[in-house]
């Protein structure tokens, strides 16, 4: 894999090169190492496309 930016690479290694993962699917466990793959893998997997979705208008 090719990284134009070093932040990039920095990033990569931390979060998905890592053996500890920070983000936990609370219905199966499975761990992931960007929020954005546990949102993609439960909206494929568990057929719930906005578990994390919340409504943000009423908080002013």
Do not use: Q, W
């Not at 219905?27 to 954005?36: D, E, P, V």
């Amino acid at each position: 894999m090719f990284y134009r930016l070093k932040n990039a690479l920095t990033r990569h290694i931390r979060h998905a090169c890592s053996k500890t993962r920070s983000y936990e699917c609370p219905i199966c466990l499975k761990r992931f190492g960007y929020a954005f793959y546990i949102n993609k893998h439960i909206e494929t997997v568990h057929h719930m496309p906005n578990y994390y979705s919340k409504d943000f208008s009423s908080t002013v």
